[in-house]
């Protein structure tokens, strides 16, 4: 059984469908990614996931659990975590703050799962108590990613986690993905850097205009024609 299951799932913003039937797999364990051209409704697909949006029709299916009506936070506590687009940090919170912030729901100041995050991003332990606003844009987004950790999520969505930073930047935000991954959590990655996401991820989803378009191993995904000349540029 599927660890995530979307069956044909739309939604709208107000009289607009953006998700047009969208069906789609996350088996336990893996990297599976999502690209598409932007206004896709990449994010639109995440958001629906952890019913931050309804779905106006179709099922989300997490394990044997219909979640589809579900309320966020109760989504949260279930165990799927999204880091999203943007990052959307506190910035007047410190680094700690910030992580405690991913912990919300449970009872207490779980120091064990901070200093988790912290041994993942050695760049963040330095700068606990300094804000999170004065982080450089790829500490933001590491701070992101450990916020959601702090949940102990078994299926974390990132949302565009490589934009606007530096190759080396992305590079390391992207072996930490594959750390995270191996440590247990199923990741569902949505990225423009369609390069990037193939390389870590197994298999692979392409979004066109509120529909799924493509759906393949990461590896062949990569040798499509379409998908090269559409999102490789070649
Ligand atoms: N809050 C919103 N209100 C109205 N329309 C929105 C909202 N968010 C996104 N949209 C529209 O939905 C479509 C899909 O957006 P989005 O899911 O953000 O795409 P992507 O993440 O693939 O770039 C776009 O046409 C966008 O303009
Ligand atoms: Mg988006």
């Given at each position: 059984m599927a660890l995530l299951s979307c069956q044909g799932v739309e939604a709208s913003y107000g009289n607009i469908k953006v998700l047009k039937g969208i069906d789609l797999e996350i088996n336990q364990g893996e990297i599976v990614c999502l690209i598409g051209a932007n206004g896709a409704g990449k994010s639109t697909t995440l958001m629906t996931i952890c019913g931050i949006l309804k779905a106006s029709a179709g099922r989300i299916l997490f394990g044997e659990r219909d979640?589809?009506?579900?309320a966020p936070e109760r989504i949260v506590g279930l165990g799927i975590s999204q880091v999203p687009e943007g990052r959307?940090?506190?910035?007047?919170?410190t680094v700690v703050e910030n992580l405690m912030m991913g912990a919300?729901?449970?009872?207490?100041?779980d120091t064990r799962a901070i200093e988790a995050v912290f041994k993942l991003f050695p760049e963040l332990s330095e700068r606990?108590?300094?804000?999170?606003?004065?982080?450089?844009g790829g500490e933001q987004q590491m701070l992101a990613i450990g916020r959601a950790l702090m949940a102990k999520p078994k299926l974390l969505l990132l949302d565009e986690p490589s934009l606007g930073l530096a190759p080396l930047v992305v590079e390391r935000i992207f072996e930490t993905i594959r750390q995270i991954n191996a440590e247990g959590s199923t990741v569902f990655l949505v990225e423009q850097n369609a390069r990037m996401a193939f390389s870590v991820a197994d298999r692979g989803y392409v979004m066109e205009t509120g529909k799924i378009v493509l759906e393949d191993e990461a590896s062949a995904l990569l040798d499509n024609e379409m998908v090269k000349t559409a999102y490789l540029g070649e």
């Open positions: 979640i589809t009506a579900m959307r940090i506190f910035p007047r919170m919300y729901l449970q009872k207490g100041v606990r108590s300094q804000k999170g606003g004065t982080l450089s």
